[in-house]
C-alpha cells in the first residue's frame, strides 16, 4: 500500500498514513485533535516536482471540521 500525505482542516496537522488506491481519507480521523474532515496533500513529486506548495492546498471547506 502507498503512503499518503493528509491535512487536518480543522488543526492544520499534516501527517501521513498507508491507504489504497481507492481508499482516500475515509475512516480517517486527525492524530492530534480527531477531526474527520481531512484533505489529501500531493506530495511535490506527485504535483509533477514543482516547488512551493502542494497540489491539495484550500480544499478544505470553509469552516474547518
Not at 482542516?9 to 481508499?23: H, I, M, N, P, T
Request: glycine share 20%; net charge negative.
Amino acid at each position: 500500500m502507498p503512503i499518503y500525505e493528509f491535512r487536518c482542516c480543522r488543526c492544520g496537522r499534516v501527517f501521513e498514513a498507508l491507504r489504497s488506491v481507492d481508499q482516500g481519507p475515509d475512516g480517517l480521523s486527525c492524530p492530534d485533535c480527531g477531526a474527520g474532515q481531512l484533505e489529501q496533500i500531493w506530495s511535490t513529486f506527485a504535483a509533477g516536482g514543482s516547488a512551493g506548495g502542494d497540489a491539495a492546498a484550500g480544499s478544505c471547506p470553509s469552516g474547518g471540521g
